[in-house]
DNA sequence: TCAAAAATCTCATAATGAGAGATTTTGTTG
DNA sequence: CAACAAAATCTCTCATTATGAGATTTTTGA
């Protein structure tokens, strides 16, 4: 994980920053990195002529504009926001609730589309906001479907959390928990994430049956009964599989 | 411009996606970049594991989802976000209108906030879509207040649509416009970006008086008359000079 | 299963990043 | 406005390390 090149170092000026860390000063950075001055002041410079970064006079360094412009593209070049949306704007249009396609990637979840048909959408996680792993209908639909290897790490990582949610106590439990979540083909929060509302949330796979994103939906416990999420949630399935399908695709060129 | 050091070689992987092509192969990459084949795959091995790119089997290589998390983090620590949302809602709210504040930076147009009021908000251009420097009151608004020999060769290289636009026929006479909109304080600009839209726009200062970004209502043509026109164009004057002045204010510094 | 394409590895060589310390630039104080 | 302090940049040598031709391995598609 640690830098090995000067390649690397670079780019792990710009891991530093972090919703808890959204402003650096070179001083903390050389800090924080362990860079002489020249070379932080040489990152900077190239860094901030790419827009990567910028630095203002009394907030020190941040994030810089070429990021929304790369993140503009990312919307347009991203199969789960192209091929997720229309599907989301279906599932808002049959529900009150918020509907939202979500990448796993690195040990990470990550929002990448969302829509909403409610007044006042609760979504504490908006586009790019990493979510917690423990926790949420979210997580579990996509770890139920991870291989043994790579699961058995991450429920020991985060067991108290899955522990506090009612998945078991032991390992082997939530190994079993995941397993019933997995035969349903989706799963089911209730206020896990948000207080008052039930998350629905059912895995999106690649090309190799390897979960790579979630489709989920949110609505207020207030408004569903036990059938209808159930009805939900097979709606959410297939709207997931649906996605996956279409990810798998082999898409046309753009014009050579 | 051309990449003279490694560092700056691995950024440049990033900066040949574009709206026109947002997917490229490794071949493609190698003719376009002039990187030998294991320097490439060497760089984009890097870029991968850090989230900048991925691939996809059948799309080759594309932004990846770090750019997404950074986005997000750059909408919580952009002072032109943070400052500019509260004053955007407050336009939105006394206009049926399109408010938004863009960013001025290495000879771009970028949206970072937009709010609107509208049904169908009419705006071809969202957060990270560059916009067109020669036509718009953007552009205009922030162009009337660069220095002369940063602006002049801007006026060059965008006479044609300068010209179009009606600003004059020559570069002194686009220079006697800009002059006006100067005085005035803000620019209006008539269906020159969106066929029917009347966009109305004032420059935003840095704390050295330099300008460098714009806030801009667009409305519809027929919804406003000229004296309603002048009047949202105090209103967003006052609101530019607002969000100057905020910006240059000392903040609190995170909790050290 | 096998052939073609894609990605990675090896290794000698030259290129070029690193950093200590000096120097310049910028901002802030009386 | 001057004089100081802090921030950023420059210089220059040395050793580190990035490079690319070609071979090799891995992956993909038939």
Not at 92 to 114: P, Q
Not at 214 to 232: F, K, P, R, Y
């Amino acid at each position: 994980m640690k830098p090995t090149n000067s390649l690397e170092r670079v780019l792990a000026v710009l891991e530093v920053f972090s919703e808890e860390r959204l402003e650096w000063t070179p001083e903390d950075l050389m800090r924080e990195l362990g860079y002489s001055r020249p070379t932080l002041y040489r990152y900077l410079k190239i860094l901030k002529d790419a827009g990567f970064l910028m630095s203002t006079r009394y907030s020190g360094v941040t994030l810089g504009p070429k990021v929304v412009e790369m993140d503009y593209l990312t919307r347009r070049s991203d199969p789960l926001v192209l091929h997720g949306v229309p599907y989301l704007k279906e599932l808002t249009a049959a529900y009150s609730c918020t509907a939202m396609v979500l990448r796993w990637y690195g040990n990470k979840i990550l929002c990448v589309a969302s829509e909403s048909s409610t007044k006042n959408p609760i979504s504490s996680y908006p586009r790019g906001r990493p979510m917690p792993l423990g926790r949420g209908a979210i997580a579990r639909s996509i770890m139920a479907l991870l291989p043994r290897p790579r699961l058995v790490p991450l429920i020991e990582r985060n067991l108290a959390d899955l522990r506090s949610v009612g998945l078991g106590d032991t390992a082997a439990d939530v190994l079993k928990s995941l397993k019933k979540v997995r035969k349903a083909g989706f799963a089911v929060a209730y206020g896990e994430v948000t207080p008052g509302a039930v998350g629905i949330a059912a895995p999106v796979f690649d090309d190799r049956h390897y979960p790579n994103a979630s489709v989920c939906v949110t609505i207020a416990g207030t408004l569903v009964t036990g059938a209808q999420i159930d009805e939900i949630g097979a709606e959410v399935r297939r709207v997931a599989l649906q996605i996956s399908a279409n990810q798998a695709t082999v898409r046309q060129k753009s014009d050579a």
